[in-house]
């Protein structure tokens, strides 16, 4: 059984890299919702084997997850709001949508620092590490 949760653990890090990588360069909605997947499936991957792992880290690992999760979701929340604001035939020159618009922006840059941040500490790497993949 440890073989198996290293392995799908091992294999769900890999696809959180490779996602925040297209994220990073990316922020389009399919990005951000994609990434938001493999963070969630990482996460629950993470409670799911917890005795398997050494130590505690995994619960660490999660604290980190949860808080990209929520840079992810403020982009996310506004790309929703935004489509569903079209979809009620919402001018896309109406100030509400152009004021969603800026703000996406916004915490779209924020998620690429984050994920740069992300990366130069070489987290990856570290967390593969800790968890003994």
């Not at 982009?75 to 703000?103: H, K, N």
Request: hydrophobic letters at 40%; proline letters at 2%.
């Amino acid at each position: 059984m440890r073989d198996y949760a290293r392995l799908q653990t091992a294999t769900l890090l890999r696809r959180l890299a490779f996602q925040l990588n297209r994220a990073e360069r990316h922020t389009d909605p399919d990005s951000v919702h994609d990434l938001r997947v493999a963070i969630r499936r990482l996460s629950r991957c993470l409670r799911t084997f917890a005795p398997l792992y050494p130590d505690r880290y995994w619960k660490k690992i999660r604290r980190e997850l949860a808080a990209l999760m929520g840079s992810t979701a403020a982009v996310r929340d506004r790309d929703i709001a935004i489509e569903l604001l079209g979809q009620a035939g919402i001018s896309r020159r109406a100030a509400v949508i152009t004021g969603l618009q800026t703000e996406r922006r916004h915490t779209a840059r924020d998620l690429s620092l984050q994920i740069r941040r992300w990366k130069s500490h070489d987290t990856s790497r570290k967390w593969r590490s800790r968890l003994e993949l």
